[in-house]
């Protein structure tokens, strides 16, 4: 049974960090996308950022670039977030998905399996 776990989500204030982390289980990342999606009250879920494990190629959203970086450790099937300058507007459930590929896609409609999602609130 596939399964992703996010892990450290959490309170911090505008301009902390945080890092986030998918654990993986059930499947192993060679072959597969592993992204991070958010999704605030009212608000579409949008991408946030991917990683193909089978050549580390990336992706960032605009609004992330510079300021996220995704890492993946194939060894632990796992993929981390770190969120540097965080900002209020970055407050979101943040999910981890899984699709099958070697490209980046950003859609969350192109993953097949998803996490529960950790909570991520920054305050001003």
């Known amino acids: 049974e596939v399964q992703l776990v996010e892990s450290g989500g959490g309170l911090v204030q505008a301009g902390g960090s945080l890092r986030l982390s998918c654990a993986a289980s059930?499947?192993?990342?060679?072959?597969?996308?592993i992204g991070w999606f958010r999704q605030a009250p009212g608000k579409e879920r949008e991408g946030v950022s991917c990683?193909?494990?089978?050549?580390?190629?990336?992706y960032y959203a605009d609004s992330v670039k510079g300021r996220f970086t995704i890492s993946s450790d194939n060894a632990k099937n796992t993929v981390s977030l770190q969120m540097n300058s965080l900002k209020p507007e970055d407050t979101a459930v943040y999910y981890c998905a899984a699709t099958v590929g070697t490209t980046t896609p950003s859609s969350p409609y192109e993953y097949d399996y998803w996490g529960q999602g950790t909570q991520v609130t920054v305050s001003s």
């Open positions: 990683i193909s494990s089978s050549d580390g190629r990336t």
């Open positions: 059930g499947f192993t990342f060679d072959g597969y996308a």
